[in-house]
């Protein structure tokens, strides 16, 4: 068995509950798992492993901090970023824009997309993906595989969950017909995915979770029989919700409630569920979703970027709800910078309420322990003896970090903008090493990507 141990390294991580800096320190790791943390200065003395090979990095020009753990995507979207006409659109024209091109994805799109997607993530230090995939077009062989195939051979942690569509345009409901499926298909294969793929173990590398995309594209039913699944497999649900005024106007027009009563009414707030947005919340709403501890996908530049609103993030904390971050799909975000997340969590939550509402100890949990909470992943987003060994390493000589490093090493790496990390471990793996993807080709995925779009996705 293989060792690694990572030298003289500058750790940001969470000790009681609050993030600190600890300088000069040795993190070993074996089997996927960090197994000792100590100064490097007691090395000789200290040293566990007792592995045939120990690969040693040297982390002594590098800050390293939890991998970074996104709680909402669509890893397929990259296929329709930038899309001229809906760069200046709301969320409902958005929406009946892309779904004329999104109705052509097939299998390999939707593989060489979620590649192109999580090397954004990867590159970011993010090295767990939660993948919201709704889309299965009749007549196309798309499926969620497609999504867990790029996420193994890229080393990539995954929450892939299985979403759906039911309600279409001659329902009431948004999609076109074409992009919806039958209840009873959806639930026989939610039901096959998590037979064949979901993995519960506390450092699973895979899991499905299931969900039902937003209450203006599925049917009553399909939720609560989704529900009724997700809890007899002890899989999570997630879903859109609260994201824009459009969405509480439908829900008030068709159910005669706000979105947060409505999934209440639908037994869909608990423990095992984390709902994308939550921008549009009364002082109720917030209420319910903490005293049912549901957890809360916080997606800064996707709100900002549709012009949906400023999620209440101060108050959702101040009850204790459950926050995480996410960076959304990339065709409204149009990027999956998770470090870059962060800093706009607190740039926005600022905008509206002053620099004292949101400390940048608190956007670095939100992307670390935060998100892992939303996930239900107590291993994940720090860096402990028995956590997953998932780790980001960033140069400390970064030009972006150049002054501040002096400064604080935690606000260096919050408050300027960092473009990438130089080193990603994920359950041990290298996944990133001197700035660049290591288990693909990814100058020829990106080629063989563009030229997709060009003849395929392009307007
Ligand atoms: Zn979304």
């Keep these: 068995m293989t060792a690694t141990i990572i030298e003289h390294g500058t750790l940001i991580c969470h000790r009681q509950g609050r993030p600190v800096v600890l300088e000069g320190q040795t993190v070993e790791i074996e089997a996927g798992q960090i197994t000792s943390i ?189 529900a009724v699944l997700a809890r007899e497999r002890g899989a999570l649900l997630h879903t859109h919700a609260a994201e824009t005024a459009d969405e509480e106007r439908y829900c008030l027009d068709r159910f005669k409630m706000r979105p947060i009563e409505w999934l209440e009414k639908m037994q869909w707030l608990g423990p095992d569920v984390y709902l994308a947005h939550c921008v549009h919340l009364d002082e109720k709403d917030i209420r319910r979703l903490a005293d049912t501890n549901t957890g809360i996908a916080h997606c800064p530049c996707s709100n900002m970027r549709l012009g949906s609103g400023i999620a209440p993030v101060r108050a959702l904390l101040d009850a204790d709800a459950r926050v995480g971050l996410g960076v959304d799909g990339s065709s409204s975000n149009d990027g999956g910078n998770l470090l870059a997340e962060a800093r706009q969590a607190l740039l926005l939550q600022r905008v509206s309420q002053g620099a004292e509402v949101l400390s940048v100890a608190e956007a670095f949990t939100l992307a670390t322990l935060g998100s892992a909470a939303v996930l239900n992943r107590p291993w994940l987003g720090n860096i402990e003896s028995g956590c997953v060994a998932d780790l980001a390493m960033f140069r400390r000589d970064d030009i972006a970090l150049a002054g501040a490093i002096e400064q604080d090493p935690l606000g260096a790496l919050m408050l300027c903008h960092v473009g990438r990390a130089d080193r990603v471990l994920i359950n041990g793996r290298t996944v990133v090493e001197d700035g660049q993807i290591s288990t693909i080709d990814l100058p020829t995925l990106v080629e063989r990507f563009n030229r997709l779009v060009r003849d395929v996705f392009r307007e």
């Design 38 to 226: 100590y100064p490097s200065s007691e090395r000789s003395k200290r040293r566990n492993s007792d592995a045939a090979q120990v690969h040693v990095v040297d982390g002594s020009n590098h800050l390293i901090i939890p991998g970074l753990i996104n709680t909402h995507h669509h890893l397929y979207q990259s296929l329709t970023r930038g899309l001229i006409c809906v760069q200046d659109a709301p969320l409902f024209e958005w929406l009946r824009q892309l779904y004329q091109r999104w109705k052509r994805i097939d299998y390999e799109a939707v593989k060489a997309a979620a590649q192109i997607s999580i090397a954004e993530l990867q590159l970011s230090g993010c090295t767990t993906t939660s993948d919201h995939f709704y889309l299965f077009p009749q007549g196309s062989d798309a499926r969620i595989e497609a999504v867990l195939d790029a996420a193994e051979t890229m080393g990539m942690r995954i929450h892939a969950c299985r979403g759906s569509m039911s309600v279409g345009e001659s329902k009431g409901g948004l999609p076109p017909d074409v992009c919806t499926q039958s209840e009873a298909d959806i639930l026989k294969d939610c039901q096959r995915a998590l037979e064949r793929f979901h993995d519960p173990s506390p450092g699973a590398m895979r899991r499905i979770d299931l969900a039902p995309c937003s209450p203006f594209s599925v049917s009553p039913e399909l939720l609560r029989d989704t």
